[in-house]
């Protein structure tokens, strides 16, 4: 669920500026699952740009006030939110901690990384919403280290059913900054990319395991 179609609208105006997402319909991508997407988001880009990092930060952070009040504890999934995450956690004054999508093998063996208390009240930063499935993984271990997760804060979803269904079997709340079709709007009012190829990114969204770019 998107906070609002302004700040929808608004943060796929910066990502595409910044090329965080590229809509390519005539010349498709590769995912590492072998799909293949007209679209490629990469949010860790906006990192290297501060006017645009400190927008995303200050935009997640006012709706994580709106929605929880100021929790314990920020949590960055690793590695795409880490430095996001930790960014709206100074901009809120509130420790932080990341989460690896599976405990270290030495050391300490800690797949929560940070200083985290039994109990303590957190609200878990990502940058990108796909399946959803390696976002719920740190969900879980959250709450294996007894902490109190009250929902996650994303810059981007794809908006795929199957995301929002894992996300509803978990019982975990999930807002985003923008989504796939505010971005295609936006796309489309900014001559990014033109009607048919919007119908065409519509047609993957729908079904992207089958899409087939010819």
Partial sequence: MIFNKDTAKKTAEVLLQINAIKLQPNDPFTWASGWKSPIYCDN????????????????????????????????????????????????????????????????????????????????????????GMSSLNAVKALNEAEANVKGMVAIFSYGFDVAKKNFENANVELHTLGDYENLLEQAVDTFYISKEQQDILAQWNANPSKWNAN
């Fill in 44 to 131: 860790r880009i906006v990192l290297s740009f501060p006017p645009i990092r400190n927008y995303i930060r200050a935009a997640i952070a006012r709706n994580i006030e709106d929605l929880y009040g100021k929790p314990d504890v920020i949590a960055g999934v690793a590695t795409g939110a880490i430095g996001i995450g930790a960014l709206v956690a100074e901009y809120l004054n509130l420790p932080f901690v990341y989460v690896r999508p599976e405990a270290k093998k030495h050391g300490r063996q800690n797949q929560v990384e940070g200083f985290l208390e039994k109990g303590q009240t957190v609200v878990v930063v990502e940058d990108l919403i796909s399946t």
